[in-house]
């Protein structure tokens, strides 16, 4: 079949054109939902896209603009306690633990608004109770109790041990065994909470939760006490803080930029998903628009557009990680996603406009009317104030 007497989009049956110009629709509504998701899961709080240094910190893991070398200044930081000292209190009580320090520190560092796992959001009060109000069948109970290794379904033990992201920059100052014995206590205090009525007293800055002799059917051993009591260095009469004097005499500190980077865990997963389904996605896009009547040059320059700024963006996904260069390879990011959304709206925009006469462009004018006064309602009702509102929480963080 030669180039003039191609079939054309135009000469599809009404309800062929009709299927694609739904499906076309969906898609672009899709990707506006994309966009939101986008804003939630990496932009800084009240910007509506992620900026240079959002990329840059969460594909490199490091600052941007790039500053070296990369240390500053830190103000000294106050004793983090995290354990009080062991103490009789009743028959069973014996000492005391920071239910707060334990979940911000173990499950909150990942599971919050600018943490790699946003859902569900273990950051406030608020969050953690709705996941410990059902006691042992509330969510928290069942992932830090569940068995296996698999940390990212349903299993949030790993986040106890050496999945932890920080479990690196601590082995390094202290051996795994002592590491491994702190945390199991760490977890099995947490089940004794929520065992014992997960009640707010002790939740909070200076709120300590006393450690019972034998939580319900997760005893904790004389062993794993002894090994606790054992911790030297760190631990003395049952306190475990970060020292002042550590901070106090360097005056400085290594940034921390890499706990910002996405692991290369979740990158796995979200490179597999993002190109087994975008490829078929922007692919079915891409044969709609090649089949219409616009020139030649402009088809085969637009069709396969989306596809290929994809496949680059991904690509720049894992370059990002490079030392040196991978900043500016988190840059590009933002080029290959403007190559991919204004394709896909060029693709869509177009597409429908050429498989209908002047009547059914007439209609499509009507709906693009429609929606257009639609979206411009939910900016001024929802996201304009959703902004607002984030601008406002930041401010009062600061």
Request: hydrophobic share 45%; net charge positive.
């Amino acid at each position: 079949m030669t180039e003039t007497n191609r079939i054309t989009l135009r000469e599809l049956p009404l309800a062929a054109r009709l299927v694609l110009s739904v499906f076309l629709i969906s898609v672009g509504i899709g990707y506006i939902s994309a966009m939101v998701q986008i804003h939630f899961k990496h932009a800084g709080k009240g910007d509506p896209m992620p900026t240079p240094a959002d990329l840059v910190g969460h594909f490199s893991g490091r600052e941007w603009p790039l500053q070296s070398p990369e240390v500053e200044p830190e103000p000294e930081k106050k004793a983090e306690v995290k354990f009080v000292p062991p103490a009789i209190m009743g028959n069973e009580l014996v000492a005391g633990a920071g239910i707060k320090w334990i979940i911000d520190s173990r499950c909150a560092v990942c599971h919050a608004k600018d943490g790699e796992k946003s859902e569900p959001l273990l950051d406030t009060w608020e969050n953690v109770q709705k996941l410990v109000v059902k006691g042992k069948e509330g969510k928290l109970y069942k992932v830090i109790t569940a068995e296996g290794t698999n940390f990212n379904k349903q299993n949030m033990r790993g986040a106890f041990k050496t999945k932890h992201p920080d479990w690196k920059d601590d082995s390094k100052e202290r051996p795994a065994a002592e590491l491994l014995a702190e945390r199991e206590i760490e977890r099995l205090t947490l089940i004794a909470w929520v065992e014992n009525g997960a009640k707010e007293e002790y939740y909070g800055e200076g709120k300590f939760f006393p450690i019972p002799e034998t939580p319900a059917g997760k005893a904790i051993t004389k062993e794993a006490r002894g090994q606790a009591n054992a911790l030297s260095k760190v631990v003395t009469a049952g306190v475990v803080a970060d020292k002042p004097e550590d901070n106090a005499t360097s005056g400085k500190k290594k940034r921390s930029f890499k706990s910002k980077q996405i692991s290369l865990e979740s990158l796995t997963q979200s490179t597999h998903a993002h190109l087994l389904a975008f490829s078929v996605l922007w692919t079915v896009l891409g044969l709609t628009f090649a089949f219409t009547t616009y020139p030649m040059w402009l088809r085969c320059t637009v069709a396969p557009a989306v596809l290929i700024a994809q496949v680059l963006d991904i690509g720049f996904w894992w370059l990002a990680r490079l030392e040196g260069i991978g900043p500016y390879f988190a840059l590009g990011i933002m080029a290959t996603g403007a190559v991919v959304g204004l394709g896909v709206v060029t693709q869509i925009l177009l597409s429908l406009f050429n498989m209908y006469g002047n009547k059914g462009r007439a209609v499509l004018v009507v709906l693009a009317m429609m929606f257009a006064a639609g979206g411009g309602l939910v900016a001024v009702k929802v996201v304009l104030p959703q902004l607002e509102a984030e601008k406002l929480e930041l401010s009062k963080g600061e």
